[in-house]
């Protein structure tokens, strides 16, 4: 980290502003050479923090640009680094010069995550936070962005550090008690020890359970729409998402396959399937569609089974009902508008949600929504950036409640202080991964491999 980089920080599409990023040692110097400020004045000599006017300029002199320049002095900046933004109109050809001209005066393309990457390995950040940054700038929801948001404020970060530095007060006890047996050492007895790191042990369960919510949050419900043909699956899909996406047809089995789409709806992102409608069929690319129909429901974090309202139930309605009671699941009885002949009784009997909606109108979506907010929503801790949102977090805090665990039965039976300081030593490595007091390059490669250029 001892070159400069330089990157578009802003989205690589034609737009008002295009910010522009260095970072490194001779951030200041390289901008300087390409960045002219309207003072003439030099850009080292510009106040911290405070946007200077200029303009950019090619290796002959020639402008490129008129923009801002901000100095960021290390090591209160992002990276810990000195860096300079150059804050220039969202045109991407002069945004390209202008990178050329960084490139010609001493800095470098920067790599996927770089600048983050930099921040974690200059501590001005530990590893949630890193890994916060992508959740929020990818954030679907507003309930994933709050928690993103918190997380890189600290909040996981800080839960996780004040279990370590628990354990680590016990880990020292336990190694005094070892290696110096003759020195007065504050007893501690096996009981109150168990008893501390059962309690420690649960915090972490707890907050391991909440990953499947935080998973939500950050990949979005899988959720299949499943019914018989002809019942306005495709319709229900095109109402959801406020345009036509999905052909609709008189023809059954018009649906021949799977059609994904992401709609916002209860608070939560739902990756909807529109499915081919379920039956017995002849026709081999029906078939596989309704053979993908059930992998989907089998798949789906929330089914919508779709009904037609204006017939009666039938064997066909029962077989599908069948299919969608593994998992959530939402009844929507479609054609409201027309009346109704179905049984709503064994409808609501069978499922604790049933609602009668109307694709072509739309009724019932209002509905739709409410119930998705309490499916998801009801019993789950605020999205304050306390929740696990990636796999390596949990599986990391996962391995460190069950050495805990494991380490408190152990000392109900009597173990010796050596034989506990090993599952303490093994708690305290996991969240080490986690927060990346101790990170291998393979880790750190596999994480920022998933930043976009310039952040």
Not at 177 to 205: C, F, H, K, S, W
Not at 415 to 436: I, K
Request: charged share 25%; aromatic share 4%; proline share 5%.
């Amino acid at each position: 980290m001892f070159d400069t980089i330089a990157a578009l920080s802003t989205p690589p599409v034609s737009g008002a502003i295009g910010v522009i990023r260095l970072s490194g040692p001779t951030a200041v110097a390289v901008a300087g050479r390409v960045f002219v400020r309207r003072s003439e004045e030099a850009l080292a000599a510009a106040p911290p923090r405070r946007l200077c006017m200029g303009r950019v300029r090619d290796e002959t002199g020639a402008t490129l640009d008129q923009a801002l320049a901000v100095v960021f002095p290390g090591p209160d900046s992002y990276t810990g680094e000195d860096v300079v933004e150059l804050h220039c109109h969202g045109s991407l050809p002069a945004l390209r010069e202008t990178l050329k001209a960084l490139y010609r005066n001493g800095a470098r393309p920067a790599e996927p995550g770089e600048f983050t990457k930099r921040a974690f390995l200059n501590g001005r950040m530990d590893l949630t936070q890193a890994e916060a940054v992508i959740d929020l700038i990818t954030a679907e929801t507003g309930d994933a962005a709050r928690n993103a948001a918190g997380q890189l404020d600290g909040t996981l970060g800080r839960s996780l550090t004040r279990v370590w530095d628990k354990l680590t007060f016990l880990c020292a006890h336990f190694q005094a008690m070892v290696d110096y047996p003759e020195e007065d050492v504050p007893p501690l007895t096996n009981g109150q020890i168990a008893a501390e790191l059962t309690e420690l042990g649960g915090e972490l369960a707890r907050l391991g359970d909440t990953y499947n919510r935080g998973r939500r949050l950050r990949e979005g419900i899988p959720c299949a729409l499943l019914g018989k043909p002809n019942v306005g699956k495709s319709s229900l899909l095109n109402a959801l998402l406020g345009y036509d996406r999905a052909i609709v047809t008189e023809t059954p089995g018009a649906t021949r396959d799977t059609l994904e789409e992401s709609v916002h709806m209860g608070g939560v992102w739902l990756r909807v399937s529109d499915t081919a409608g379920l039956r017995e069929t002849d026709d081999e690319a029906e078939r596989q569609g309704v053979q993908r129909a059930r992998q989907a429901a089998r798949r789906a974090g929330l089914v919508l089974l779709v009904l037609d309202g204006s017939c009666e139930l039938d064997d066909a309605d029962r077989a599908v009902m069948d299919e969608a009671r593994g998992g959530p699941a939402v009844v929507l009885v479609n054609k409201s508008d027309l009346p109704c002949r179905m049984d709503m009784e064994t409808l609501e009997s069978a499922f604790l949600y049933v609602l009668p909606v109307s694709a072509r109108t739309g009724t019932g979506l209002e509905a739709l929504d409410s119930v998705l907010r309490r499916i998801f929503a009801a019993g789950s801790p605020p999205c304050d950036g306390g929740i696990l949102t990636n796999l390596r977090q949990a599986e990391a805090v996962a391995r460190a409640a069950a050495a805990l665990t494991e380490t408190a039965a152990a000392l109900t039976r009597g173990v010796t202080p050596d034989a506990a300081l090993t599952g303490l030593e093994d708690a305290l490595g996991a969240l080490e991964e986690c927060t990346g007091r101790q990170a291998n390059q393979d880790i750190l490669t596999q994480i920022f491999a998933r930043f976009c250029i310039g952040k």
